[in-house]
């Protein structure tokens, strides 16, 4: 499986047989300063309807996911599980969903604009992760404390940080640092892609750092 930061909270996943499944694809959104996205994929996940999360140029005519439930698209099986984009229970930006899907047999953990801490049944219906892409930047969704604690929980092999300030991204969020600060297994790709493997996993938890592709 391939891993590709497109910028913001877009990612783009290649399984080995081929199938593309971009992960909410920003459009032009004011702050933004990404390349737009112009890629081709067979699935579209959108975790939900803002313009920074669900845009982008998708050629190929692919299949939409949106949305709590579970179904099984291209031959992989998606679940989405019901959050928010705040802590006010979806009354400041509304609702988010966190999807889980299994590519080339690993557990892949995307948490789109999640704004608060995880219950113990979020949590669990999510299950094992072995790749988290998870927001650190804080304001508009959960800080780099709150991630740090969540990956505490679901304890993936590899997480991915995404929605944070850089020269890209003009958010009035927190950059990058708070959320590595104090932390170990630091890995800076250099790159915006990896290729991961299910049997050559680290064995103990690293954080990947990509650089945005656009």
Not at 15 to 31: I, M, N, Q, S
Not at 138 to 155: M, N, W
Request: some cysteine; charged content about 25%; hydrophobic content about 35%.
């Amino acid at each position: 499986m391939k891993v590709k930061w497109l910028g913001h909270a877009a990612f783009l996943v290649t399984a080995g047989d081929g199938t593309r499944v971009v992960l909410d694809p920003y459009g032009e959104f004011g702050g933004l300063k990404h390349k737009p996205i112009d890629e081709h994929a067979d699935i579209v996940v959108i975790s939900h309807e803002h313009g920074d999360h669900c845009g982008g140029k998708i050629r190929g005519n692919p299949q939409t996911i949106k949305g709590a439930g579970e179904r099984k698209v291209k031959g992989i099986e998606f679940k989405g599980i019901e959050t928010y984009h705040d802590t006010s229970g979806g009354k400041e930006r509304g609702p988010n969903t966190v999807f889980k899907f299994n590519v080339d047999g690993l557990n892949v953990c995307h948490m789109g604009d999640l704004g608060h801490m995880l219950s113990d049944s979020q949590l669990e219906a999510i299950g094992e992760v072995d790749v988290l892409m998870v927001p650190v930047g804080g304001f508009y969704t959960i800080d780099a404390a709150t991630a740090s604690k969540l990956a505490g929980s679901l304890k993936p092999r590899i997480t991915i940080p995404m929605h944070y300030s850089s020269e890209k991204c003009e958010f009035p969020i927190a950059c990058i640092d708070d959320f590595l600060e104090n932390k170990t297994g630091v890995r800076k790709a250099g790159s915006s892609e990896i290729e991961i493997f299910p049997g050559k996993l680290p064995e103990t938890s690293e954080i990947i750092v990509l650089e945005p592709a656009n």
